[in-house]
């Protein structure tokens, strides 16, 4: 049980992770029906510019109020990240916009390959590890000697993570903003005419995203303490996977496939074999489909003849 | 031709007060280079400016290159510059220009095209022999000649799913793997040889096709090629796993190659040099298997073709065009899927049986995504459905990022350590973007009826449906 | 105009819910064979779910949906198949299937139902003459020894394939759209695609067509002309037609049975005389309720 309810804390925790990424994947698909592929790279990026900051915080200013370092190194991962993303949009994904559906998804399968490789070409194929920028735990309960632990590490990213998805769905429910976004999905064309502007809105869309992949990178890097340049794949692909397990272009959607999905593989690894983890996450994607097309939230794609 | 001479005159409308007023383009001009490398200094401030380091105690520490981050900005808002000030009104007044009746020299082309391609494939390693001579040709053909077949043969084999059927197939690399596995493991438990199990490994993989497709080709778009992509690695991740049969990551080695009739490819005594009376050399084996693969792609070629001619191939053009049209005419659209999918991954266990044997040495490295999305990119970048896009897209893609690892003259200029092998994937990832962007339709934009009445006419790709799985 | 025999569709308590949407409600009517019935009805009305329920695309919630082919002889087994939980029977002198067991390739490849779309559905990229070997997919697909043949070249293949071509070319003849054959089908002006469809539709050699609005977007001389081809199909070729129109002076002129539906619901049904003067019927498509009828002709001088 103790065990149980462990790998249930782990499981939320790397669920909170794969769900900030798959609104970035829900969010662009659906406004403009793309798959970003590159999104899980992007991923990336963002926790080595945190990584950067980081260093700079501590190795040269000597910053040591380790929440001031967070809140920092999280503010900057996200401007920066954004003006990637921003950058990547305009420059592969626009010239594309309302050509054939295939052009932006190799487009940004390019991009997604360039973004790991320009990692690796500038800082290095290693591991780069940092030493714990948070320690400590909460024992919540210890029973026959086996603690049940909620780290703070866990705890802010639990935090974090619920108070960004109140603040988004403000954003997406709430503003005129989100009420751009939401015409712009149903129709670009007529959104345009009354006078909402298209080519803002999805500017706007991929910074969003991108924002939320940085929180994700920021607490990626503070959870694991170590990333490459090849992280983007594997993280990226599963989002992408709770995503279309939530339902594509859902985002309460999105965030409840990433918790699934973060689930399947921390109980998989727990009771049958970490080998298969992925192996589990996929099939569940696969079964699920199958038996449920449109996702668990997402619109059922009637066949209008 | 209205079409283009329309969007001419719009161009000309909108180039006008540009042309008209010179300093303002300048300033203009000026401005865009600003904000362009304003971008550039903090798009790669980052990771351009730091570079994280090891030192001896096995910490992370930082160093800095702002002389290169200075460069790529300079770089950047110096491109733009150029862009706006000169590129933009030269494409703009290229634009204008009336477009040129095609010559006649194209028809003339177009016809004898093909053949004059498939002689000189034919010639090639002779080509090759006789320009580099015996000592250099090993690489042209293996490295170049092979390898390109290799990936033209995937290609047309999924341009059958993806560009034919329009079904979108992200993880193709699993029937590719299938094949290649297949031939590893029963060559070497069973000692059965390379014509034997050729065949065996394109049933295999079909196999695979239909066991997978069946449950998800009533999947749609994006859903089936998320799963699609799910199912590739679902079959790395096994073949990783499933150590006791595929020895994991360590790959399975000394795989049988294939023999001439019989007679090995090697320095003994009753090899084929020697039997032949010849001198060993490593080439004969290697232009033998150029041959094979030629000859597998060719078959992979005409097949296509002769099946676009068919019923089926119809079929598939117009799932492709109009699934529920399709089913208004009677046409089962999951059994014409299915066989879209099965034959797409009987080339490709085709040609994974041809690089198991051609390696001695396969591993799950060598079926990751980047192959799925590899092949994927040369049939769109080829023009979705045309044979002659798709060779001449994996020829420009495989052979440019295979000159790539050859360019060790940049050593001299840019010092010792550079090595150019590294930026091959970065400039791979580049390339699909620009050439996206340049032609997003493919290199090839047009669609050739299967069949007609009075005339052959090309049919704009405009018209041609994408396909919603 | 009397081109009556014995019905070759027969719907009956037809009943089509969406959630809580009842499209259609408890519809029943024949198509005779040999004749032009009319399904009309305002927007919404239910006409193109009735079609969807025919060809199989939709499942029906309720109800039985019989096709005949051959002798009329065949109806006589109709209950019995019923119960036999079967999709359909063939005799030697006939056949009879349950279109609502079937799914929506095999009514169109065994029941021979055609039909054609209320927004056009072509196979925009292929050329008006590969749209109409698609057509022939089934028939052709058996000469090729399901591809085999084909692939390895027999010359019955060939001949069928000839065969095929042959057939195109006299529908296109027919439905004037010979000389555009080798031009892609989403280049044809409106008018033409509408024909193309109708065409392409004829070429599975049905029993039943089923149109739906095939006038809709023509100007009336184009509107003219498909009336005519229609009747002529209809007389020459040993088929029926199930139509949905909108525009009445196509359909007082050409059919021999209208059927009137409202919000789902059968209002009217008989020869063209009868129900113009329907008052039912003309209340529907005023939108008013029955009672108030002849205060709104009179209002608009009728
Ligand atoms: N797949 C579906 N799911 C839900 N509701 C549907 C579906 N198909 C049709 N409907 C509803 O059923 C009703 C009847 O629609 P239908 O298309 O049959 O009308 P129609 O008579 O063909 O109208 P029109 O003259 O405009 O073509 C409409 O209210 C429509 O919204
Ligand atoms: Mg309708």
């Known amino acids: 049980m103790e065990y149980f309810v462990q790998q249930l804390i782990n499981g939320i925790t790397l669920g909170s992770i794969y769900g900030l990424i798959a609104i970035g994947y829900t969010m662009v698909f659906g406004i403009i029906g793309m798959v970003n592929f590159a999104h899980g790279d992007v991923f990336m990026v963002s926790a080595f510019i945190a990584l950067i900051t980081f260093l700079i915080l501590t190795a040269w200013l000597g910053i040591s109020s380790i929440v001031l370092a967070l809140a920092i190194v999280l503010i900057v991962a996200m401007l920066f990240t954004s003006l990637v993303n921003w950058v990547i949009e305009r420059v592969a994904y626009r010239p594309l916009r309302g050509s054939f559906r295939l052009a932006p998804l190799i487009s940004a399968i390019g991009m997604s390959i360039f973004l790991s490789n320009f990692v690796q070409v500038t800082q290095g194929p290693r591991n780069k590890s940092i030493p714990p920028m948070v320690s400590g735990e909460f024992v919540l309960a210890n029973h026959n000697n086996f603690p049940v632990t909620l780290s703070y590490k866990q705890l802010i990213i639990w935090g974090l993570t619920a108070v960004l998805l109140l603040a988004f769905w403000y954003l997406v429910a709430k503003t005129p903003l989100g009420r751009a976004q939401r015409a712009c999905e149903q129709d670009q064309k007529m959104a345009a005419l009354l006078g909402i502007d298209v080519d803002r809105t999805i500017s706007m869309t991929f910074i969003i995203a991108a924002a939320l992949a940085a929180v994700a990178g920021t607490m990626y890097l503070m959870y694991y303490g170590v990333v490459t340049f090849s992280d983007g794949f594997v993280p990226g692909v599963k989002a992408f996977t709770a995503a279309v397990l939530g339902g594509i272009g859902s985002l309460p959607g999105a965030v409840v496939g990433g918790l699934i999905i973060g689930l399947i593989e921390t109980l998989w690894s727990a009771y049958f074999s970490i080998d298969y983890k992925d192996v589990a996450a996929f099939s569940i994607l696969a079964i699920t489909l199958i038996f449920l097309p449109q996702g668990l939230f997402g619109r059922p794609d009637v066949e209008k003849v | ?469 | 105009m009397a081109r009556e025999g014995s019905p070759v569709l027969r719907v009956e308590h037809l009943t089509m819910r969406f959630g809580g949407l009842v499209a259609v409600d408890d519809l029943s009517f024949e198509v005779q064979s040999g004749a032009i019935t009319a399904l009309i009805g305002p927007n919404g009305a239910g006409k193109t779910t009735v079609f969807n329920c025919i060809t199989g695309f939709y499942k029906p919630t309720e109800g039985r949906i019989a096709l005949r082919r051959g002798a009329p002889a065949v109806w006589s087994a109709l209950e019995g198949l019923t119960d036999s939980g079967k999709r359909g029977l063939v005799r030697p002198d006939g056949a009879l299937f349950l279109l609502e067991r079937m799914p929506d390739y095999l009514v169109a490849q065994q029941a021979r139902v055609a039909r054609t779309f209320q927004n056009i559905r072509l196979f925009s990229g292929m050329t008006v003459l590969e749209n109409l070997l698609v057509a022939q997919h089934n028939p052709l697909m058996l000469a090729s020894g399901y591809t085999l043949l084909g692939i390895l070249g027999f010359p019955s293949y060939a001949s069928a394939e000839r065969a095929a071509l042959d057939k195109a070319r006299s529908w296109l003849d027919r439905f004037g759209l010979i000389d555009r054959a080798d031009d892609p089908a989403g280049e044809l002006p409106y008018g033409a695609q509408r024909r193309l469809e109708v065409a392409r539709a004829m070429c599975t050699d049905p029993v039943l067509l089923c149109l739906d609005e095939p006038a809709a977007g023509l100007n009336p001389r184009e509107s003219a002309e498909l009336n005519e081809i229609l009747l002529r199909i209809c007389d020459e070729c040993d088929i029926s037609i199930l139509l949905i129109e909108h525009d009445m002076s196509v359909v007082m002129n050409i059919s021999d049975h209208i059927v009137v539906l409202d919000y789902g619901v059968k209002i009217a049904g008989g020869a063209p005389d009868e129900v113009r003067n329907d008052a039912k019927v003309i209340a529907a498509y005023l939108g008013v309720a029955d009672e108030e009828v002849a205060q709104v002709e009179a209002s608009v001088g009728l």
């Open chain 2, 1 to 469: 031709m209205a079409v283009l001479a329309n969007s001419a005159s719009e161009g000309g409308r909108a180039e006008k007060p540009i042309l008209s007023r010179e300093p303002n383009r300048f300033a203009a001009a000026l401005r865009e280079a600003a904000f362009t490398g304003l971008v550039s200094f903090g798009l790669f401030l980052p990771l351009i400016g730091f570079e994280t380091v090891t030192n001896i105690r096995d910490e992370l520490i930082l160093r800095t290159r702002w002389p290169l981050l200075a460069a790529f900005v300079f770089i950047a808002a110096g491109g733009r510059f150029f862009y706006s000030f000169a590129l933009a009104p030269w494409l703009a007044r290229r634009a204008q220009k009336p477009v040129k009746p095609a010559a006649a020299w194209r028809g003339h082309f177009k016809k004898w095209f093909v053949p004059f391609a498939i002689g000189f494939v034919i010639a090639y390693p002779v080509i090759v022999i006789l320009v580099t001579g015996w000592g250099g040709a090993l690489k042209w053909i293996d490295n170049f000649g092979i390898q390109i077949l290799i990936y033209m043969m995937l290609g047309w084999g999924l341009n059958i799913v993806v560009g034919l059927a329009g079904l979108l197939d992200l993880g193709y690399v699993a029937f590719y793997a299938v094949g290649a596995y297949s031939y590893a493991l029963l060559a070497k438990n069973f000692g059965l040889s390379f014509w034997v199990l050729l065949p065996l490994a394109g049933i295999l993989s079909s196999f695979w096709g239909i066991l997978l497709g069946f449950p998800v080709l009533r999947l749609r778009g994006d859903y089936l090629a998320i799963v699609t992509l799910a199912f590739g690695e679902i079959i790395r991740l096994i073949i990783i796993n499933w150590t006791a049969l595929t020895n994991g990551y360590a790959g399975i080695i000394s795989i049988p190659r294939p023999s001439f009739f019989g007679i090995p490819f090697n320095a003994n005594d009753n090899g084929f040099a020697a039997r032949f009376g010849l001198e060993f050399s490593p080439l004969y084996r290697v232009i033998f298997l150029y041959y094979i693969i030629l000859a597998l792609g060719l078959l992979t070629c005409f097949v296509t073709v002769r099946l676009r001619r068919l019923p089926v191939g119809r079929a598939w053009e117009a799932l492709r065009e109009d699934q529920i049209a399709c089913r208004s005419l009677g046409i089962n659209t999951t059994n014409t899927k299915l066989t879209a999918f099965a034959m797409g991954a009987m080339f490709a266990g085709f040609a994974g049986s041809f690089f198991a044997a051609r390696e001695a040495f396969i591993s799950p490295e060598s079926f990751t995504f980047i192959e799925s999305a590899t092949v994927l990119s040369i049939v769109v970048l080829g023009g979705m459905g045309s044979q002659i896009g798709v060779a001449i897209a994996a020829i420009v893609m495989i052979g440019g990022t295979e000159i790539l690892r050859q360019l060790n003259f940049l050593k001299e200029i840019f010092g010792a350590t550079f090595d150019p092998t590294q930026y091959r994937m970065l400039l791979f990832g580049l390339a699909l973007v620009l050439i996206m962007i340049w032609r997003p339709r493919g290199l090839i934009a047009t669609r050739e009826p299967s069949v007609f009445l009075k005339k052959r006419k090309a049919i704009s790709v405009d018209l041609v449906q994408e396909g919603r799985g």
